[in-house]
């Protein structure tokens, strides 16, 4: 009836007000904690074959002074939303190519992946301040990998296949993440300069021989050989997934099976000698 539709117009438009002072209190605080060391990298490491570390992600975590830990589900769209992104990016990249400086260092480099948002690639710019972190921070580029999540990737792609270009001649590697969530235009994955792809854990939850998912990891290591492409599967949790991929040819697997993601630290300690840092 009208009055009761009424009533829940009413209570949703309440809802709303309570969402955008949330957010607009998340961006006032996410603006503060870029600049005063709430945000932590945590790591999480990548397996070959074999079982060892030959790789490790880069996550982000807010450790919020009221609040508690943050999840990058809660604050990573915030910071999208607002613009935010840039700075908090900038901040990760100069962050992981410190922790890569000292991996070389202490003898032990490893390819670290950073996420990065689309956002990031817009901002005028953006390849001249990549550009000045590596210097500065003598990061060996070919050591950093970017992922791009595929779901980002749309229509108007023309512009961030040349900025990728430009990152690619300063050495960066680049990795689609989530792959198989978006709709990549495959003639449009081959203009771009990738070392590797990232199968999305929503694919690894039910596979079985000869079902659905099944059937779409398989057509994603097809694609990714033909391209010449490093596979990563990510959100390994069982022995049985693990089993399947490797069985298929894939090269690298991430997820809790192996290792949750942990503060750099914990893992450089804990993977790398432990009297190295
Ligand atoms: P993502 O890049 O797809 O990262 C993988 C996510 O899966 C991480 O969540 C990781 O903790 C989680 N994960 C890893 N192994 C497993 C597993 O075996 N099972 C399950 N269920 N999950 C697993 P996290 O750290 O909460 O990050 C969520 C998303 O936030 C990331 O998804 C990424 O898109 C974004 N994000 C995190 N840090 C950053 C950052 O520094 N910059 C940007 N732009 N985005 C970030
Ligand atoms: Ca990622
Ligand atoms: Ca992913
Ligand atoms: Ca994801």
């Keep these: 009836s009208k009055a ?4 829940e117009v009413t ?8 969402q955008v002072k949330e957010f607009a209190d998340l961006e006032r605080d996410l603006r503060y904690a870029i600049k005063h060391g709430e ?4 790591l999480q490491p990548q397996v070959d074959r074999d079982g060892q570390m030959v790789a490790a992600e880069a996550l982000t975590r807010w450790c919020h002074p009221v609040r508690g830990f943050i999840a990058p589900v809660d604050f990573i769209p915030v910071a999208e939303e607002s613009g935010l992104i840039v700075e908090l990016g900038a901040w990760v990249f100069e962050e992981v190519c410190k922790l890569s400086v000292r991996m070389n260092l202490a003898g032990h480099g490893l390819p670290l992946s950073v996420n990065v948002s689309l956002r990031q690639f817009r901002q005028p710019g953006f390849v001249l301040a990549m550009r000045d972190t590596l210097r500065q921070t003598g990061a060996e580029p070919a050591q950093l990998v970017l992922e791009i999540t595929e779901s980002l990737l749309g229509d108007d792609m023309g512009d961030v296949v040349a900025v990728m270009s430009e990152l690619s001649q300063l050495g960066l590697q680049f990795s689609i993440d989530d792959f198989g969530t978006g709709y990549s235009n495959l003639a449009r994955l081959k203009q771009m300069p990738l070392s590797e792809i990232k199968i999305d854990k929503s694919f690894l939850q039910d596979l079985t021989e000869g079902n ?5 990891v398989e057509a994603i290591l097809g694609i990714a050989k033909n391209l010449r492409l490093l596979v990563v599967a990510e959100g390994v949790e069982t022995q049985s997934q693990a089993d399947f991929l490797r069985a298929r040819g894939c090269d690298r697997l991430q997820g809790y099976l192996y290792a949750r993601p942990e503060p750099a630290e914990v893992v450089l300690r804990a993977w790398l000698e432990p009297t190295a840092f």
């Design 39 to 42: 945000l932590f990298i945590y």
């Design 212 to 216: 659905n998912d099944a059937a779409i």
């Design 4 to 7: 009761t539709g009424l009533g």
């Design 11 to 18: 209570f949703f438009e309440a809802g709303m007000q309570l």
